[in-house]
């Protein structure tokens, strides 16, 4: 069970000690917005490079970017240890999953709330992960969907068919009131924004959703 803060939800003005507040949590977050895939801007690889330089956590770079083919590689060159596309803007994401662990990264693939699984389950073959997100992305702070559980389940399933070692994750609205069912549908890997960095204490809240995920 691996817990990832976004730093979505972080003070951005202070990344670098923002990263401290979560050094023992197993992945630091970033989720990279385009304005085009998702309505929201956030930050690009030069960012992601200076980030991974101070960061004391290996980055997971969640692209919410149109032509994901293009860019993505330049995340893992930045020094991020896993990088996630969405399934959605991908043109050959073969092709694309491949370039990026040639590059040196972990590959993933993300999967919107709208979109089924099923017809990319041949996509494991090429995956370190899955991401099912858990709401619409574009912003921190929404509410959980429970009604993708079901698809968590499935990929879980999936994965265990095919065997090896693939995570699935979960991203948005993942608390202290959600990540229970995550952990029961299959998820081993769970994103959380709001829940720790709204917490006074974000060490404190990183273990209590550590402790709720394992039970
Ligand atoms: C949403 C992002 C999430 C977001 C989660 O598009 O992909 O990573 O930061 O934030 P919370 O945990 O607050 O829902
Ligand atoms: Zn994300």
């Not at 803060?5 to 003005?13: K, M, R, T, Y």
């Not at 998702?38 to 690889?45: E, S």
């Not at 992601?48 to 993505?72: F, G, N, Q, T, Y």
């Not at 912003?139 to 698809?151: H, I, L, R, T, Y």
Request: glycine share 8%; hydrophobic share 45%; aromatic share 6%.
């Amino acid at each position: 069970m691996q817990i990832a803060p976004s730093i979505l939800s972080a003070d951005f003005a202070n990344l670098q000690a923002e990263l401290q507040r979560i050094s023992h949590a197993d992945w630091a977050h970033v989720d990279v917005m385009d304005g085009h895939f998702v309505p929201n801007l956030t930050l690009g690889a030069p960012v992601v490079e200076a980030l991974a330089k101070v960061s004391p956590i290996p980055l997971d770079c969640h692209l919410m970017i149109d032509d994901p083919d293009r860019w993505a590689t330049d995340y893992a060159e930045a020094g991020a240890g896993s990088v996630t596309f969405h399934i959605e803007a991908a043109h050959d994401p073969v092709r694309l999953a491949r370039a990026i662990r040639a590059a040196g990264a972990r590959a993933s693939v993300a999967i919107k709330p709208g979109t089924e699984f099923a017809p990319y389950e041949e996509l494991l073959d090429e995956v370190d992960m899955v991401l099912v997100m858990t709401v619409e992305p574009g912003f921190g702070g929404q509410s959980f969907m429970a009604d993708q559980m079901p698809k968590v389940a499935q990929v879980r399933e999936a994965v265990r068919r095919r065997g090896g070692e693939i995570w699935v994750q979960v991203d948005g609205g993942v608390s202290t009131e959600t990540i229970e069912q995550c952990a029961r549908a299959g998820a081993d890997v769970f994103v959380a924004g709001s829940a720790v960095y709204g917490a006074d204490d974000a060490a404190a809240a990183i273990d209590r959703l550590r402790e709720l995920a394992q039970n």
